[in-house]
């Protein structure tokens, strides 16, 4: 089992930038990869941004440019840059680890930006 605990969300304004971080516990040795998603109300869940444990990142065309994710393994955790943030990024933002054929997902921190 893997336990994620994300913090970081808040109110921001169009512009602004915020960073998200997701702290990882547990059989972390099986993870693969990590990322981010969204939920946008009225809206399915969507990726945001992943990388591997070989560090290879992959970006929603909407991010790019504007987010990275980065991470920290000494700390087990996985971080998302968010600059110029706009209104349409508002949503709640997931944090997934994907390892032995088993996704695991954290709680959700809201990510809310006013224009």
């Known amino acids: 089992q893997v336990q994620l605990v994300e913090s970081g969300g808040g109110l921001v304004q169009a512009g602004g930038s915020l960073r998200l971080s997701c702290a990882a516990s547990?059989?972390?040795?099986?993870?693969?990869?990590m990322g981010w998603y969204r939920q946008a109300p009225g809206k399915q869940r969507e990726l945001v941004a992943t990388?591997?444990?070989?560090?290879?990142?992959n970006y929603a065309d909407s991010v790019k440019g504007r987010f990275t994710i980065s991470r920290d393994n000494a700390e087990n955790t996985v971080y998302l840059q968010m600059n110029s943030l706009k209104p349409e990024d508002t949503g709640v933002y997931y944090c997934?680890?994907?390892?032995?054929?088993?996704?695991?997902w954290g709680q959700g921190t809201q990510v809310t930006v006013s224009s």
């Open positions: 997934n680890a994907y390892g032995n054929g088993f996704d695991y």
């Open positions: 547990g059989s972390i040795f099986s993870i693969n990869a």
């Open positions: 990388i591997t444990s070989g560090d290879s990142t």
